[in-house]
Every structure is written in structure tokens, then in C-alpha cells.
């Protein structure tokens, strides 16, 4: 049908960033002056493992020669192999992909639950002082950190009460989803001020529309008039806004993984630069590219479903 | 030519933005700031505000409780966090409203000539900038941080691949828009030289709305450079600053909260003066 | 709530969408009477007073055309009725009597009750009266699926009946599709449809031919006759075409700067109006009968409604004009069986003007 000729397209739109991407991890390593293999292993290493590294990655041979080696591999599956443990790459990461889906889906959700209603709140009491109020949260939004924000709600909601865990991930479903509750709080309050923002904007349009009128002319109440009406309608800019900067909050996932130790890619992707393990670091830049260019066509596909008008070409 | 050159200089009248109007009146630009005014007085200030070496440790006072001669008290290495404070604006402020700077310029010099000469440049231009904002921005910055080490480099140089974009669109747009008003046909007509039309009479206006927006640009690279310090991968010790500040306090936060807290919440009033301003800054430029 | 005189229970608790006569209720039989109602819009410049003392009454079955120029409250009078006024607009004053019962003082519940169930409204330009993203089908049954309480199922089938008693062709499948695939004249229709939809006494209409095609125009006009005369329903008709009012309606009150300045039966009306206001309009109106050097319009333009004239609010304008036309108030005047007219020197237009279009 329509919708999965649409994504199917789009997929194979994906591929020429995804090339564009791989390009670019790939020279990542040579866009450095100096040695890359230094780079790579860092201030003075032996001797021998530079030898071995520039054996092994084929550090002498061309560029293009070097690249097309990096291709073959990845399409063999073969990300590299862990430079501190000596595992490969693939097995790595496959298992901690699902814990970071996993939080990105409970930051969403946590984001809509806590924009829609506030945006709404603020669109329908235009200029008194509840919308003042709301409109204060992306003023202060902006400026908060999340690794911050991480560390306040421990704080209070862990530390103090013991309501949530610190941090961990626990081993079965419910264990899990409670454990993700702060960490999903903490990325729901980097993205609400700017769907709050771009909500209430787009509310305040659709309220002053003319069906809206024609739906209260039906004798409908309010409330139905809000929801189902004005919301959604409005809903269709916020979610490309949304997509927009899920990429960003994909990257949020960094810090949020590291602080509540959530075994997940993001926390991963730290303790590889952090301990400087290249192969990681280029398997997970890879990684994470691919899932935002993966999420905004995601993005783009719910808003042609939310609208009709979108012709799905 | 005689006349064409007296006509000239009424229909120059180009509407320039109101910078005085009414501008007591507005609140978000005032607060805006105010607050921003008093948190860079405080950053240069800072050897004036207080006796302390930011980064002289006196490991017989570790932990001071805030008091008349330490106003936070002291952090975990016996540094006074006021001071610490006060230096890691320095640094902090330094970085957003530098690093801004190639990036806006860049952005705002490739927009302006997309806009002006349209055609091949035009698409040219657009093309790559359409290119980049398809890129992951996280993937590129955690990528140069790596590459580049420790230290506010790699902020600075992802900040300009990857930032300039949004303003060669804002300008862009705006300069394509000024181009067919009236009395850039007339300067244009009068033979005035492009660079001379762009400069003094496009870009000023042109210019806001990039302003405006330069404004929570500062903030992500302010909040940028503190997450990166307190991962271990921004600015390194004992040069002070709020992200390290942080992650110094996280060991004790619950004895000793406002550690961590405090330099947080200044982060936030930053975001918040700036963005006051730039909200501010909109309202008072806007067209009548 | 103040309620005047015997008023029975509308039939909105019967649940089943039937249309059921109710009694003639309410002061003398009338089943609108808007009387000095007052709208205030605040804008930036200052309080526009959109609607300033408009009154005119419509009888059961009755159709009555609100005419004026743009800007002069009709559309906003009209939305007034139903409450449905924008944001930055108010009512600062008159009573809006439906059946005896004053709307404009009626809880919100109530006044959820009364519309789209007594009351129905069309408005002027479908495509942004119509949600987009909701299949028209739907948008049709919601009101008799959430005020009636009719199933889902019954609803839907409700709707596709509706639309092709209105003249929608493959009306089951256009029921699914959505208000951008359908041509003017088919949104239209379907904007009738959910006025309709619960069978109204009443049938407010802002405009509806105004966004159309002028062949399509004329098939809508037709239309709504036919559904005026099956409903029984008394119908508002808000237009600033006379050429419609003759069309479709039984009487016609004029309205001038947010005041109705008279108030007639159609055919008295056009051929003898009794303001000056009235016989502008209508000599403006190109009349092939008729041999006319040129089109008269009416000099000047209308009034600003912030700072308003002093006295008759079209004094300035005014062919007519007297000494004291400057001064005072200008109410509603009977100036013959079943007319009215705010000029106090109306009988100068006595027997001026004649006929303009025969029998309508």
C-alpha cells in the first residue's frame, strides 16, 4: 500500500547520508595532523603496537585503498574489534542497543505526556497568568544541563526518598521500566521546553481557525473540541519538530546512560573515548548516525499518516 | 545622472530596525539584561569580588560549610567555590559568546550571498547546507572531541562546522526578501556597488533575526562545553569550571548538595538571561 | 437563567434525531428576536463597537436576510446568536431570545444542548471550515453521534444519506474521503450536511455562496431553498448580495455600521426602500431592466467603527440628509404594515424608486 511504498522510499533515501556518514567516520581518524595511529593509541604507546596497529588497519596503503577496506568490512558485519578488550565490535554493542531504545521511547512518551497538556493549558489561557507560567519553562529549559537535571533528580527522588533507583538497569521488565523512570524524567525535561514552545504556537493558529468554531457549533464540549479537534491538528508540526531534535536527545542518551549507569550504547560510546578505543568510537558514531537519519524518517512518516493532506510521494 | 542621484537618497530610506523605541518598556529585554550584565560583571570582575585563588587548595579546610569568610564554602580540595564560581564564568561565558562568533559570521556571509546573487551560488550554498543539517550534530561534536583531546578545542571547532547553517538560512531569507524591495531597486539602479547595498543597507536588517537566534545558540554551546568538562572531556583542571564543579560536588552530594547544585542553577540563570534577551531582543526589533 | 413566557422542553432529549414540531413558544411566536445586542472587538487601536443596538425578530419558517457591506456586523451578529464570537470580542449588552429562552445568558451546557441540535450554523468558506484531517463522513456524524447519542454505525449511515439528499454522488465513498480531495461546491454541501445533521429549527448562514463559483453558487442557493422548505426551519441569511436576498429570502433587514436600519418583507423592500442607506444599495445593483447611464454607488465610505458619527451613524453619506440628522438617537421607526426604518424622514423615499426586479 501507499504508506509502505512511502517508507520504503525513504529508506533508500537514507542511503546516500549514510554513505556521506561512513565517509566522514571514517576520516575521522586522518582528519588529525600527525600519526593516526598515535592518535588512535594516544600519548606514547610501545612501539610494537603501532606496528601492529598500522599493519592492521592498513595505514600505509591509500586512502581510497583504506576506505574500501572499511566498507567491505562493514558489510560483512565486522565493526572492528574493542582496542581495550580485544571483543569484537558487533558483539559489544548488539546487546546494549536495546536498553538506549528503550529509554529513548520512555523519554518520549514522558515528553508528550508532560508537553500536551501544558501546552494546551497555555494556549487556552492565552496571556493569564497560566500560560505566563508555562511559558517560563523554555526559558529555563534552555539553560539546564541534563547531566544537571540527572543529578538533582537522584537527588531528591532517589537519594533522599529511595523512591527510584540511582541508577542500574535491573534484570526483568517492570525492574527495568522502573529504573528508567529518572532517566526518561531527566531527557522528558531536556525536550519539553521546545515542544512546549512549538505546541503552543501551533495551538494558538489552529484555536483561531474557522472548523473550530464549526465544531463548537456542533454543541460539543470543550474538551472534545481541544482533543480531538485543535490537538490534533496541531500535533502534525510539533511531531517534525519533535524529530528534529530527537537527534539531539539520541545524543543526550550519552550523558544520561553515564550517570544512572544504564548499560545502553550511549554510556558505551563515553567509556570508548574515554578510554580511548577508536574501533568503538567509529562503530558507535556510525551507529548512532544511522538512528537518527532512521528517526527522522520515522518522524516524517508519522506526520504523513497524521495528515492527509501530505501526498505520501 | 544629476537627478537620479538627488531622488536617491529618499528612496534609500530604507527601514532600519527601531532600536529606541519603547524600549523601557520592555521587560524581557530589560531583565534579560540586567541579568546577563551582572553575570559578565561578576566574570570580569571576578579578582575584585573575592581575595581567593580559584585554584590554591588548602586541604585543612576541605568541606566548609558556607560562612561569613567562605560564602559557598569550600569544595573537597579546600578551593572556596565562590571564587571558583566567579573564575568558571570566565571561562564558561568565554566559550559561548567566542565560540559563537565564526560560525555566525561564516553562516551569515554565505546567506547573504545565497540570497543576494541567487542562481548557482544560491543552490550551491543551499545545497551544503542542506547537507549538514542532515548530519547528526551530536555524532560530529562526541567525533571531534575525541579526535581533538581534552580541552575547548573540539567544542570550538564542531561548533563551527556544524552552527553556521541555521544562520546562512535565517540570512539568506532575509536578504532575498530585501532584495526586491523598492529601495534596493533604487540603490541598485543608482549604480551603488553590491557590497555597499549589502552591507549598509540589507544586513542591518537582515542581521536581527540571526542576532535573535544567536542568543540560544550561546546557551547550547554554554550548556555544550559544561556537560563536556564534567564528563572529563572539556576544560581541564584546576582551571574551574561549572560542568567539573559538578562532577568535583557528585561525591558528596548528599552531605554537601549545593556542590553540584549550585553551579547548575547558575548555569540555568545564563540560559535564562540570554534567552530573556533574545525574546527581548524579537520584540523590540520586530517591524511595526 | 431568565426564561420568559411558557417555554416547553425542545426536543433535544428525544435521542433520536426525528425532527418533532414543537409548539409555537415564546413571546408573540417569534422564534429569534435579537434585540440591542452590543459586540465589542478590542483592538489595538481602540474598542471597535462591531455590533452597536442591532434588533430584527424572524418568525417560525421564516427566512430573513441580514444584508450590509463588509465590516458592518452581520457576520459577527450572526455569531454572536450561537456564542461562537472570536476571542477578542465581547458582547457587551441586548438579549438574543431563541423560543423565549435568552442565549446570551444561558449556562454553557445548555447552550451545548441548543446547538447543533435548535440551532445550526453554515459558514462561509468551507475549506477552512472544515477540519483537514478528518474524513467529512465523520465530521458529519459527530454531532448526532455525540448530542444524540446515536451509535457509530447509525451515525455514519446518517451522513451518507444526508450527503446525497444534498446532491453529493457517491456519497459512501466521498464520506471517507477528506475536505481537500473534494471539489467547492461538494464542501460546501457538506458543511450543510453538519449544519443539518440534527435536524435544526433554526439555520444560521454567514456567506455560504460567497467562496464559490458563481454557476455552483447557484445551484447551493437552490438547495438550501429546497432544504429550508423540507426542515420547516426558520433561516438567518447573512450575505452583501441583494441579487441572493431576492433569491431565497421572505424579508430583509439591512444593517449599517453595526446597526439594522431597516427591516422589511423582501418585495416591499426592493421596490421602495425607506432609508437612504437601503437605495444605495439597491441602485448599485446592475440591472439589465433597467437603462442606466452608469452605476450610482454611494459616495464616501463606511464609518470608522472606533470613532463613530454623531446622530444617524449614515448621515454623512447621505443624500437625504437634514439639519438634524447629526443629533440624537435614530431607533427603529414602523413605517408601514410590517416595516421598519431608522430614517426619520423615510417618507421622502416614499414612492422614489421604481421597481427594481419584478417578481423575485
Known sequence: MRELRYLVRRLLQ???????????????????????????????????????????????????????????????GDLGVSLASGVPAGDLISDRVPPTLALVLVGTVFTLLISVPLATLAAVNLNRWPDHVIRAVPLLGLGMPSFWVAIILILALALTTGWFPAGGYGSNLPEQFHALVLPGLTIAIALTPITIRSLRAALLEVLDADYIATARSKGLTEGRVLFFHAVRNAIIPTIT?????????????????????????GALMV??????????????????????????????????????????? | MATAAQDVPTLLASPHPRLRRRWTRNVSLLLGATLLG?????????????????????????????????????????????????????????????????????GTVLGAIAGYYGGLLDTAITGL??????????????????????????????????????????????VATARQQDYVLAARAAGFSDLRILGRHILPNAITQAVVY??????????????????????????????????????????????????????????????????GLAEQLKPE | MTRLGDTEPLDVRQGEGRLVPTSVSGKQGWTLEVEELHVEIAAPRGIVRAVDGASFRVRPGESLGLVGESGCGKSTTLRAILGLLPRLAHVRGGRVLFDGEDLLRVGPKRMREIRGRAIGMIFQDPMTALNPVVAVGEQIAEGPRVRLRMSAGDARKRAVELMSELGIPDAARRSRAYPHELSGGMRQRVMIAIALASRPRLLLCDEPTTALDVTVQDQILRLLRTVRDDLSASVVYVTHDLAVVAQICDRVAVMYAGQVIEDAPVRALFREPRHPYSRGLLESVPDFEQERERLSTIPGSPPDLVVLP????????????????????????????????????????????????GDA
Request: charged fraction near 15%; charge should be neutral; glycine fraction near 8%.
Open chain 1, 271 to 313: 567509556d570508548a573515548i574515554l578510554e580511548r578505543d577508536f574501533p568503538i568510537v567509529q562503530a558507535l558514531a556510525l551507529i548512532f548516525g544511522v538512528l537518527v537519519v532512521l528517526v527522522n524518517v520515522l518522524a516524517d512518516v508519522t506526520r504523513s499518516l497524521l495528515d492527509p493532506r501530505l501526498k505520501l510521494t
Open chain 1, 241 to 265: 519538530v519533535l524529530g528534529v531534535n530527537i537527534g539531539w536527545l539520541i545524543g543526550n542518551t550519552l550523558i544520561v546512560e553515564k550517570i544512572f549507569a544504564i548499560p545502553g550504547i
Open chain 2, 129 to 174: 547546507t542542506s547537507l549538514v543539517m542532515a548530519f547528526p550534530y551530536y555524532v560530529l561534536i562526541i567525533s571531534l572531541v575525541f579526535v581533538f583531546g581534552r580541552g575547548t578545542q573540539g567544542i570550538y571547532v564542531a561548533v563551527a562546522l556544524v552552527v553556521w547553517v541555521s544562520y546562512a538560512r535565517i540570512v539568506r531569507g532575509e
Open chain 2, 214 to 279: 544567536a542568543m540560544s545558540d550561546i546557551v547550547v554551546i554554554i550548556v555544550g562545553i559544561v556537560t563536556l568538562s564534567y564528563l572529563g572531556l572539556g576544560v581541564p583542571p584546576p582551571t574551574p569550571d561549572w560542568g567539573t564543579m559538578i562532577d568535583d560536588g557528585q561525591a558528596f552530594i548528599t552531605t554537601h548538595p549545593h556542590l553540584s547544585t549550585i553551579p547548575g542553577l547558575v548555569v540555568v540563570l545564563t540560559g535564562l538571561a540570554l534567552s530573556l534577551l533574545g525574546d
Open chain 3, 310 to 357: 454623531s446622530g444617524c451613524r449614515f448621515h454623512p453619506r447621505c443624500g437625504y440628509r437634514q439639519a438634524d440628522c447629526d443629533d440624537g438617537l435614530f431607533p427603529l421607526l414602523t413605517v408601514g404594515p410590517d416595516r421598519s426604518s431608522a430614517c426619520r424622514y423615510h417618507h421622502l423615499l416614499a414612492n422614489a424608486t421604481p421597481p427594481l426586479k
Open chain 1, 14 to 76: 537514507m542511503v546516500p547520508v549514510v554513505f556521506g556518514l561512513t565517509l566522514l567516520v571514517f576520516l575521522l581518524i586522518h582528519l588529525v595532523p600527525g600519526d593516526p595511529a598515535r592518535t588512535m593509541l594516544g600519548p606514547r604507546p610501545p612501539q610494537a603496537v603501532v606496528d601492529a596497529l598500522r599493519q592492521e588497519w592498513g595505514l600505509d596503503r591509500p586512502l581510497v585503498e583504506q576506505f574500501l577496506l572499511f566498507v567491505t568490512r562493514l558489510l560483512q
Open chain 2, 38 to 106: 551582572t553575570l559578565v560583571f561578576c566574570a570580569l570582575a571576578a579578582p575584585l569580588l573575592s581575595p581567593y585563588d580559584p585554584i590554591a587548595q588548602d586541604l585543612g579546610n576541605r568541606l566548609a560549610s558556607p560562612s561569613p569568610s567562605h560564602l559557598l564554602g569550600t569544595d573537597h580540595l579546600g578551593r572556596d567555590v565562590f571564587t571558583r564560581l566567579l573564575y568558571a564564568a570566565r571561562i564558561d561565558l568565554q566559550v559561548g559568546f567566542l565560540g559563537i562568533i565564526t560560525p555566525f559570521v561564516v
